[in-house]
């Protein structure tokens, strides 16, 4: 650890696991190694050339004023859909509101993350149909959301593990702390993938701790692996594993992907106040989807057909996307009142009454 | 089975074991509820029967306790989460106002949290800080829970067994200086719906609503005032969200006076509430306006001055006197 804390950036020991390197040429590893097929390959990519489309897309439409905020994954590619594909749709995955490629993964529409954002209802989709929970805004609870849960499937004894998102940021809250210990102390199935993206908000990292974050599970007392999380190989791989020593009773597991958020934290947000466009054009050479399109093409499992009938469906789904969030409606104006609770509830009752009698009163008035 | 005379303590025991046999999906957690039985002994010998798989010692940590308690609900489970002291529920107050009460409005409804966190309040009990408050009225504001609390074993027994078959969270406040008061409990009895008011002393004069620990305090102090000739009616509120506002207006109506009572602070207390709805449904009823009789607006005292700060009966029948001054 040095006096700066640049630790807790990437160029320290043990160096990252890289199985493709920024140039797109495999790199061999002694410990984690994955073997996919052109089409296997050809599928991650689609994944991620399609969440950067309808993400871009959401940002001109937030821009738009179709969304009152949107919050871009932009450069976080690989660590979403490396790990996202590396989950069995059984697996549950809890993540934290950043998470679009994990969704994507998992099935959820675009438009219903983006409904969110646009202010329609607070998320609204049932965890249960993807097995994939709703985004959580305030930052920390949620792992440890994760942790019961996983603490519960280790009671069933179900064949299945969980996938908990938190970000370097969130990586400061109390809860991700108690959440690690509460997961370490009962053994549960869980894999905390914590994508240090260099930035919460406008604070590097290294205002947000001195060590590096996967360091901090050997104090818990599991496993602890840093991840490029520009690539999608590794972070496939070493999630994989990180699953199967979850799912075979060997409690947590704590990857962390060295990745940057190359957009603003959110569109309300400005990065020229607080870093330098160098920092992001340094990390634009590592970018996640130009790598494997290198691989792809150097290999000859790519060809210029392939690339463009991939432009061509991200140019679909951003249509799509475009054509959906536009034309979503508003929800009735008494929406609120409907599911503050699960069983009746007289003051919501009497309030609904009561503000269904006051808008009543503007329609007899014409 | 008869009724048989318990104390509160051994009601809420009782009661966890009753809903631990009818379904395996309740849980009960927290921190020293297994081998110690809780510091109160609420958990009393459950680990022991039910196994740690079911009566788990957590890490000393109130926002995991929570946390994870909401985990365990959204994989099915009904825990019930025990909060040590009042005082100590804040570091979970996080988990529980921005994620326990929030997750069914969230999820449109596709998302139930059956969740009760218990937890002892009040004061009474010569403790140190942080061990006598009574903190319902943060809870109480926030849409998405159910904030409950009884009076009495009969009471706590049912009112628990109704709080861990609610689809929605509980707060569950225990009055901790009355664990050791005894009652007739007969648990085959058809109990009251957990959001009714009971009317626990008939009276004529003026209508002395409590909850908790101020129900015996009134009771009391309605005994007091009848040799000053004056027939108080004494409503058990029995829970704070939501209120049940149907029972005190009848009361009201009838006696024309109402005083409300509690340990917690009068400041924005549920008794602020309380009074501005009754005005409001009441205004040609009442005789005097609605008084309130509560802590004050300071941190809760050392102990050597918590009688001073709790309301006691002389307390209560000077706002009576108040009251009848109108």
Redesign the interface.
């Known amino acids: 650890m040095t006096a700066n804390g640049t630790a807790a950036r990437e160029g320290t020991e043990p160096a990252l696991v890289r199985l493709l390197s920024p140039e797109g040429t495999r790199v061999p590893h002694d410990e984690y190694s994955i073997d996919l097929t052109p089409e296997q390959l050809r599928g991650l990519y689609r994944d991620m050339v399609l969440t950067r489309r309808f993400d871009g897309e959401a940002v001109s439409l937030q821009r738009q004023g179709e969304m009152g905020l949107w919050v871009s994954a932009l450069g976080q590619e690989a660590a979403q859909i490396g790990s996202g594909r590396a989950a069995r749709d059984t697996d549950y995955i809890f993540p934290s509101y950043r998470e679009h490629g994990v969704a994507w993964c998992r099935g959820v529409d675009p438009l219903t993350l983006m409904g969110m954002f646009r202010g329609v209802n607070h998320g609204g989709w049932d965890p249960n149909t993807n097995n994939f929970h709703l985004y959580t805004i305030v930052i920390g609870p949620v792992t440890l959301h994760a942790t019961g849960y996983a603490m519960g499937v280790a009671k069933d004894g179900a064949d299945m593990a969980v996938l908990s998102y938190f970000g370097d940021g969130g990586s400061s809250q109390g809860d991700v702390s108690e959440a690690l210990n509460f997961a370490a102390v009962n053994n549960a199935p869980i894999v905390f993938i914590c994508q240090n993206n260099g930035w919460a908000i406008s604070t590097p990292i290294e205002k947000q701790t001195r060590v590096p974050i996967y360091q901090r599970a050997a104090g818990f007392g599991f496993p602890g692996v840093r991840v490029d999380g520009n690539d999608v190989l590794a972070m496939m791989a070493v999630t994989r594993a990180a699953l199967e020593h979850a799912r075979g009773g060997n409690g947590p597991f704590l990857i962390e992907a060295l990745t940057y958020r190359m957009a603003p934290h959110a569109t309300s947000d400005d990065p020229t106040r607080y870093r330098f466009a160098e920092e992001e054009a340094e990390w634009r050479l590592k970018d996640p989807i130009a790598r494997l399109r290198a691989y792809l093409v150097n290999e000859a499992w790519a060809d210029d057909a392939y690339l463009a009938a991939i432009e061509a469906e991200a140019d679909a789904l951003a249509k799509r996307v475009r054509d959906g969030l536009r034309s979503m409606p508003d929800p009735e104006p008494t929406a609120f009142f409907d599911h503050v609770y699960a069983e009746q509830h007289p003051l919501v009752d009497e309030e609904r009454a009561e503000f269904t009698r006051y808008l009543a009163g503007f329609e007899e008035g014409h | 089975m008869a009724a048989r005379t318990l104390t509160m303590v051994k009601a809420l025991n009782e009661s966890l074991r009753k809903a631990m046999e009818d379904d395996p999906k309740v849980l009960v957690m927290g921190e020293d509820v297994g081998r110690l039985g809780g510091v109160f002994r609420v958990t009393d010998g459950l680990q022991k029967d039910f196994g740690e798989?079911r009566v788990t010692d957590?890490?000393l940590?109130e926002?995991?306790i929570?946390?994870?308690?909401?985990?365990?609900?959204?994989?099915?489970?009904r825990p019930v989460a025990e909060i040590q002291f009042d005082g100590f529920v804040f570091?979970a107050a996080?988990?529980i106002i921005?994620?326990l009460a929030?997750?069914?409005?969230?999820?449109?409804?596709?998302?139930?949290l059956p969740v009760v966190v218990r937890m002892p309040y009040g004061g009474g009990i010569g403790a140190i800080e942080h061990h006598s408050e009574s903190p319902e009225a943060y809870f109480a504001h926030t849409?998405?829970l159910?904030v409950v609390t009884p009076s009495n074993a009969a009471d706590a027994y049912w009112m628990l067994q109704q709080s861990i078959r609610?689809?929605?969270p509980v707060i569950f406040l225990e009055p901790k200086r009355r664990y050791w008061e005894r009652a007739d409990v007969d648990v085959d009895e058809m109990p009251l719906p957990l959001?009714q008011a009971r009317v626990a002393r008939a009276g004529t004069d003026l209508t002395l609503l409590a909850y908790g620990p101020m129900v015996r305090l009134c009771l009391d102090a309605a005994e007091a005032a009848r040799e000053d000739g004056r027939d108080l009616e004494v409503v058990d509120l029995r829970s704070i969200?939501?209120?049940?506002?149907d029972t005190i207006q009848a009361s009201v109506r009838k006696t024309r006076r109402l005083v409300v009572v509690h340990e917690a602070p009068v400041f924005l207390g549920p008794g602020s509430e309380i009074a501005a709805r009754i005005t409001e449904r009441c205004f040609y009823h009442l005789e005097s306006p609605v008084l309130r009789v509560g802590g004050y607006h300071s941190p809760y005292p050392s102990s050597r001055l918590e009688e001073e700060y709790l309301p006691t009966i002389d307390r209560v029948l000077d706002t009576v006197d108040r009251a009848f001054a109108f």
């Open positions: 798989d957590t890490p940590a926002s995991g929570v946390g994870t308690a909401i985990g365990l609900a959204l994989r099915g489970y570091p996080n988990q921005t994620q929030k997750m069914h409005a969230r999820s449109l409804g596709k998302v139930r849409a998405g159910r609610s689809a929605d959001h969200s939501p209120i049940d506002f």
